[in-house]
T-cell receptor
């Protein structure tokens, strides 16, 4: 069974600092990996999707990398802003499966 | 284009009561999902529907039933609510293909079972 872990569970940084969020997974046979953002009391919003054949994806200040062999993905957020405060979840889709396995998330607070 | 909508937003039930959570999407997606989210446990899949007329159990299906009424709508029913079903419920639909399958989530239903 695929296990997805996100450490740390919470992170607080001053505005302007770069954020590094980690996601690890136990089975490297993945189809794709997604990073989501969740604001308090809201649903999830997809940020980036990395296919298994890709090493990274970028969108604006966000960059996500994928290392399947080591079972790791990292989400980088450059020059953090208070508006980046949210919970970030990663989710892995195994090969040949429709189910996503979610991590428990990292809650980020960016202090002004 | 409303995306994925869910009703109700909040609900309080007494143990043993029943209710149906409604979900609809306007993105013409085939696949739809029901998840529950509990503190510290991430999202867990309750049921999945690959297309109209088909449903499959997910990780935690006990105590729930689903109906894929048509391509747009996917409802979740609690026949006899229990306090362990207190949670936030999310519906999602999936679009894209060829490795780009992306899930789009509704705003959630917050359920308290007393």
């Amino acid at each position: 069974k695929q296990e997805v872990t996100q450490i740390p569970a919470a992170l607080s940084v001053p505005e302007g600092e770069n954020l590094v969020l980690n996601c690890s997974f136990t089975d490297s046979a993945i189809y794709n990996l997604q990073w989501f953002r969740q604001d308090p009391g809201k649903g999830l919003t997809s940020l980036l999707l990395i296919q298994s054949s890709q090493r990274e994806q970028t969108s604006g200040r966000l960059n996500a990398s994928l290392d399947k062999s080591s079972g790791r993905s990292t989400l980088y957020i450059a020059a953090s802003q208070p508006g980046d405060s949210a919970t970030y979840l990663c989710a892995v889709r195994p090969v040949g499966d429709y189910k996503l396995s979610f991590g428990a998330g990292t809650t980020v607070t960016v202090r002004a | 284009n409303a995306g994925v909508t869910q009703t109700p937003k909040f609900q309080v039930l007494k143990t043993g009561q029943s209710m149906t959570l409604q979900c609809a999407q306007d993105m013409n997606h085939n696949s739809m999902y029901w998840y529950r989210q509990d503190p510290g446990m991430g999202l867990r899949l309750i049921y999945y529907s690959a297309s109209e007329g088909t449903t499959d159990k997910g990780e935690v299906p006990n105590g729930y039933n689903v109906s894929r009424l048509n391509k747009r709508e996917f409802s979740l029913r609690l026949e006899s609510a229990a306090p362990s079903q207190t949670s936030v419920y999310f519906c999602a639909s999936e679009g894209g293909g060829q490795g780009q399958e992306t899930q789009y989530f509704g705003p959630g239903t917050r359920l308290l079972v007393l």
